[in-house]
């Protein structure tokens, strides 16, 4: 939700409440009270839905392709199950992938970046690993030494915002910030 949906509510509250002060001197005043409330709450839930969709990641539940393999060595992370990973996209000539790590039981994301042209130890691939914590939250967000910047999205995730900021789609879930 945004501060849109908010202020929607907000509004709708209010004008619910002035309905059950208007409705008070009427004989049937609490009766009136409990049948808005419950209409005001009954709209919100048909309107809203649930609060925040457990996020996820579509791209993780498709089948192993070639182009998802993974040739940088990952180990210093620790735990980063290269077998999950699945490729986003290039940018600047480096391989983009997103991959699983498990710790205590806990499945977090990894955003794995295999250098293609970049100078750096040849072999060597960064990652930036976190939990998604909500569907409207980015889950992970990477930068190099130069200020570019990689955000990587679960589905749910409204991208408008990221977009008009400047950011540029590189595939569903992963964006590159302005150069």
């Not at 976190?130 to 992970?140: H, N």
Request: proline share 4%; net charge negative.
């Amino acid at each position: 939700m945004n501060i849109i949906d908010y202020l929607i509510m907000a509004i709708f509250l209010a004008v619910a409440l002035l309905v059950a002060f208007a409705v008070h001197k009427h004989r049937n005043a609490r009766r009136a009270t409990l049948v808005l409330a419950a209409l005001g709450a009954g709209l919100a839930v048909f309107q809203y839905g649930q609060w925040d969709p457990a996020p996820r990641l579509k791209v993780l539940d498709r089948a192993a392709a070639a182009e998802d393999a993974v040739t940088a060595d990952y180990s210093l992370y620790g735990g980063i199950n290269t077998d999950s990973a699945r490729y986003l996209g290039t940018r600047a000539g480096s391989k983009i992938f997103v991959a699983t790590r498990d710790v205590h039981d806990e499945e977090i994301i990894c955003l794995l970046v295999e250098p293609g042209d970049a100078p750096g130890p040849p072999g060597a691939g960064c990652a930036g690993c976190a939990g998604m914590i909500s569907a409207s939250d980015p889950i992970v967000t990477l930068s190099d030494q130069a200020g570019r910047e990689l955000t990587l999205v679960p589905d749910q995730y409204d991208t408008n915002e990221l977009q008009a900021a400047g950011w540029t789609k590189i595939s569903d879930n992963l964006f590159r910030g302005r150069q």
